[in-house]
């Protein structure tokens, strides 16, 4: 079955600081790799995804994540946070006519 | 295009009702999906429609069932309520299917007393 793991629960960090958020997963086929973006009181909407070709794919208001196959791993980075992206990240995994998501990670940005 | 739109946005429901819950799909969209979100434990998979056929389903109770009509329209169910599904429901459309990227609704919140 597949599944999400995502490492940290809660992250704060202060105004341009970088920014990464660990995701892993696991599961035996061809997948379909997002991070989705919970901001307070909004949908859920999406922030890149991969699909194949180059690892490193970027995304909106400059977030970017690589997928390294070997370790199973598509981890989001940012070179500097903004108070504006306070919101909760989801990784997620498309595999067999569905997709499974991550815990979550709440991320505090700090003026 | 109009997004995702989901009734009702709030419930308030007693232990062992039942509550049906209506998710309309981007125009054009065949796959729909339904997640329940709780504090900590994300989103969690609940099934997945296409042309009104389930093709997926995650690891919940029988007690939670769904369907899907001909204008891709879908609903779900959930009978004999307990307190533990308090959640918000959250329903995702996509044009291909439901690995692909979705587009989500703003949710139904569930409140079972």
């Known amino acids: 079955a597949q599944s999400v793991s995502q490492h940290n629960h809660h992250v704060i960090l202060s105004e341009a600081a970088s920014l990464e958020l660990g995701c892993n997963y696991s599961?035996?086929?061809?997948?379909?790799l997002f991070w989705y973006v919970q901001y307070p009181g909004q949908h859920l909407q999406l922030l890149l995804k991969?699909?194949?070709?180059?690892?490193l794919v970027k995304g909106i208001k400059g977030f970017e994540a690589e997928f390294i196959k070997s370790k199973f791993s598509f981890n989001l980075r940012k070179p500097s946070v903004q108070w504006s992206d306070t919101a909760e990240y989801f990784c997620a995994v498309g595999g067999n006519n569905d997709m499974r998501f991550g815990a979550g990670t709440r991320l505090t940005v700090k003026p | 295009k109009a997004g995702v739109t989901q009734t009702p946005r709030y419930l308030i429901k007693t232990r062992g009702q039942q509550v049906t819950l209506s998710c309309s799909p981007i125009s054009g969209h065949r796959s729909v999906s339904w997640y329940q979100q709780t504090p900590g434990q994300g989103l969690q998979f609940l099934f997945e429609?296409?042309?009104?056929?389930?093709?997926n389903k995650g690891n919940f109770p029988g007690r939670f069932s769904g369907r899907q009509f001909s204008n891709s329209r879908s609903e779900m169910n959930v009978s004999t309520l307990e307190l533990g599904d308090s959640a918000l429901y959250l329903c995702a459309s996509s044009f291909r299917d439901g690995r692909n990227e979705q587009f989500f609704g703003p949710g139904t919140r569930l409140t079972v007393l």
């Open positions: 599961y035996g086929g061809t997948v379909n």
């Open positions: 991969y699909f194949s070709g180059d690892p």
């Open positions: 429609y296409f042309s009104e056929t389930q093709r």
